[in-house]
């Protein structure tokens, strides 16, 4: 059973404690808020993930100050992969904040002591801050210092995750009176840890959205886990200029990462432009597809493995809205044509346009093929186009900018959203997990770097989007004005008859030749008119 962020929220903070954050000057940002109101309020294992310039590094070192100050004799870990990089991370925040004469008024005048060598911070309580570097599990070990209370990671997912689990059974205490906080990992996304974090931090919180319990085998305790993501739009504190920078990393995977805080990116990724934060539409925020959005259902066949269908919907830019799926196994084929009749007709879609796997036009020894079963089961299919490549590389154009739909137009006079511009293709996440899950987990071939790998990949949600793409994917729809009514069939024919008569004799325009046109014998006469 999950918790929700929300009571972690509302469990606010003893006020007799002293409040390093005023003494320290420091303002945290709402993402740095649920950072410390979760490790504050009882969450075991956190990961503050998210981009570069999200804050992370400060939240950990005023979280420790914190815990230093309210809990004597505290003992805390602060950990980064290497020496240069705790260096030039961790223990430059702390520097820049010019801690020990502010934090002197604490105790006194006593101000806390810095020693170098150690690397500790020891305060006047007996509390202390060692900050250590460990690349190796043979690092891990000979790290001194017995029992921690709480650990910092510091870019946790660029680090062995043995590394961290090591340290982390470290986290034990000598005394009742100074409780075991747990550990607290600040990361961008990426890195041999990510898988690691993906799994145990991120999924099983529904991407942040509850706080997990977990009861590691063999134990009574429950461990509690949660996941906060943060952008670097997360942080006013950054300057414009620096957003340009990330703005312009030229490899959009590791933009993803650092811009958007993206965890979904990999190596060997085929769809190296995928965004969570710029395709997926959030769970919170699903709207109703306007009816005269035109729909289209890609189907790719399987039985034992598994069939897939992908409705998508083209907003009046020719935009792709994802915005239903079916995958499933051991389905035959009279019951799948059925399943998508009875989800249409429940949505009273009565036009989607479903493209489906060649496949399933082949001769099986029956009378029917898959194709004629679903026909007479009422789906009319359209045989796709399975030119792999094509059908890839208008997957990926679907990906890139084009400009603003209403919905972010509406993020961003909220200032949920940056720039003009969004994706020509977006999905639902209250909808479609399947399809989020695999597109972007799909790897790319090997030996033809335009293909993706078709063994041992669930590759059927991307095929049945391919498919549509091969079909819809040409950009060439219909433009809707906004003020235009269309005229009425009395009204088209009034209009005609006030119409000079055609010049026959002449060739037509669109090279179209007078045989193509059929009028009526004759206009002025309403019973010659029919059949209009
Ligand atoms: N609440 C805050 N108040 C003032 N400065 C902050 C705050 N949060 C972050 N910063 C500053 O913003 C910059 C980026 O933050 P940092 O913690 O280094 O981000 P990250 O570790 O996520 O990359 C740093 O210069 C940091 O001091
Ligand atoms: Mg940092
Ligand atoms: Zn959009």
Redesign the pocket.
Known sequence: MGLNVGDFLASAISPDLVDTFAIMG????EK?VVFHTQSRGGVNRILYG??????????MIQDAIWFATNYPRIRIGMHRKSYPELDE?LIR?LS?WDYAKKLASVWNGTEPRWNKTAKTLTFPNGSVILFKFAETLADASKIQGGEYNIWYFDEASLCDPRVIQRLEERLRTRTPLIPVFGSRA?S?PGGIGAQFYKDNYIKPTDDGRIVYEFTPEGSENVLKYSFIR?TAYD?P??DDGYHDTLNSIPDPQRRAAMRDGDWDTSEGQFFTQWSRARHVVPKEDTFTIPMEWQRYAGVDYGIHDAWAVLWIALDNNSRMWAYREYCLTDVQAPQQAQLILAAEVAAKESSVVHVADPSMWGQRGTPYSIADIYGLEGVGLLKANNDRVVGWSLCHQRLNEGPICEYHAHKRELGLWYGDTCPMFHVFESACPKFIETVPALPRDDIRPDDAKTRNVEDHMPDAWRYVNMYAGNFASPIFYEDYTPPTAQQVLERMNDQPTADFSKPMRFGMSSEDFHFPADLNNPSSRGGW
């Open positions: 420091y303002e945290p940002t740095q998210g981009a570069a310039g999200g804050g992370k590094t400060a939240a991370s925040e820049n600040g961008n943060a942080n504190y950054l």
